[in-house]
């Protein structure tokens, strides 16, 4: 088992900036990936960024150039650098990491960010 603790949200004006933190803890030999998904009201859950323990990332179109995914493996936490928030990045922001063997994906229990003035 593998246990996630964000921490970091919070409400931020238009143009802000927020860091969100996620440690991990217990069996976590085999993850493959952190990172953060959000879901809005109303919508599907989707991915934000990754990270892999090799340090390669993958960012979603909308929060490329605004948004920056980090680790520090020393610490097993993931930390995602919000700059320029917009009021459509307001979501709950929910901790994933990516278990290769057996599969399996575990879950933070999400952080409220909400942009607005």
């Known amino acids: 088992q593998v246990q996630l603790v964000e921490s970091g949200g919070g409400l931020v004006q238009p143009g802000g900036s927020l860091r969100l933190s996620c440690a991990a803890s217990g069996s976590i030999s085999n993850i493959y990936s952190m990172g953060w998904y959000r879901q809005a009201p109303g919508k599907q859950r989707e991915l934000v960024a990754t990270?892999?323990?090799?340090?390669?990332?993958k960012y979603a179109d909308s929060v490329k150039g605004r948004f920056t995914i980090s680790r520090d493996n020393a610490k097993n936490t993931v930390f995602l650098q919000m700059n320029s928030l917009k009021p459509e990045d307001t979501a709950v922001y929910s901790c994933?990491?990516?278990?290769?063997?057996?599969?399996?994906?575990?879950w933070g229990q999400g952080t409220q960010v909400t942009v607005s003035s």
């Open positions: 990270i892999t323990g090799g340090g390669s990332t």
């Open positions: 994933n990491a990516f278990q290769v063997s057996p599969p399996n994906d575990y």
